[in-house]
């Protein structure tokens, strides 16, 4: 079946570092959303992206979408302590979250 | 708006015993969801429904795990009998979604604040 997987794992980075996370199918995406859960709460819904090439920004955070619809990544620029968390992307054909990518930002 | 609505928020139960998760999605939202997260398994779908009706249930772990929406405004997911390795967090998550010739183009999904259940 169609997997989602996500890297890396865990990221620890300085306040101020930028970040990047990948999130790769194993099939063809319709479309893709990117959800993020602090620590202890729930997925909280961040963006979503349908069209291949697509790259959309929200303030420090800039998200993309692969040409082949297949991947997408999400790039913090300058990280804060608030962006403390886990970031996942979503399949929305089958609903299948990926596997999730644990950010922690030491201040 | 008040959100999704999970009760109980927490749930400590012996094996065993039935137990019996609810949800009420956001009004006027015809998807609901019901996700189960652990450290090992992540973020799994169990299973989905679009205006009342059991779309995919192929996440389901057993015929232990039942899910019913009786009508638009409430869910329920049931474990009978309940054992150690269900203990996760159930989130609830409702959306608007949109059919199109078989391929779904959803809109958002609204998570609720979860359940943790602890089976011991």
């Known amino acids: 079946g169609q997997q989602v997987m996500q890297i890396p794992q865990y990221q620890h980075v300085q306040e101020g570092e930028d970040f990047t996370t990948y999130c790769n199918s194993s099939?063809?995406?319709?479309?893709i959303q990117w959800y993020k859960q602090r620590p202890g709460g729930h997925p909280v819904f961040l963006i979503q992206l349908v069209k291949s090439g697509e790259v959309k920004k929200q303030k420090r955070l800039t998200f993309q979408f692969g040409e082949a619809k297949k991947n997408s990544s999400l790039h913090i620029t300058a990280t804060q302590t608030t962006d403390v968390g886990t970031y996942f992307c979503?399949?929305?054909?089958?609903?299948?979250f990926g596997t999730g990518t644990r950010l922690k930002v030491l201040a | 708006d008040a959100g999704v609505i999970q009760s109980p928020r927490h749930e400590v139960t012996e094996m065993g015993q039935e137990v019996t998760l609810r949800c009420k999605p956001i009004?006027?939202?015809?998807?609901l969801f019901w996700y189960r997260q652990t450290m090992m398994r992540g973020l799994e779908l169990l299973i989905y429904?679009?205006?009342?009706?059991?779309?995919?249930d192929s996440g389901m772990p057993e015929d232990r795990f039942s899910a019913k929406m009786p009508n638009a405004s409430f869910s329920t997911l049931k474990i009978q009998p309940s054992e150690p390795r269900d203990s996760a967090v159930y989130f609830c998550?409702?959306?608007?979604?949109?059919?199109?010739?078989?391929?779904?183009?959803?809109?958002?999904?609204?998570f609720g604040p979860g359940t943790r259940l602890t089976v011991t």
């Open positions: 979503s399949g929305t054909y089958k609903y299948i």
């Open positions: 429904f679009n205006n009342n009706v059991p779309i995919d």
């Open positions: 998550a409702s959306s608007w979604d949109q059919g199109l010739g078989g391929s779904y183009h959803s809109y958002e999904q609204y």
């Open positions: 009004s006027g939202h015809n998807s």
């Open positions: 099939t063809t995406l319709s479309n």
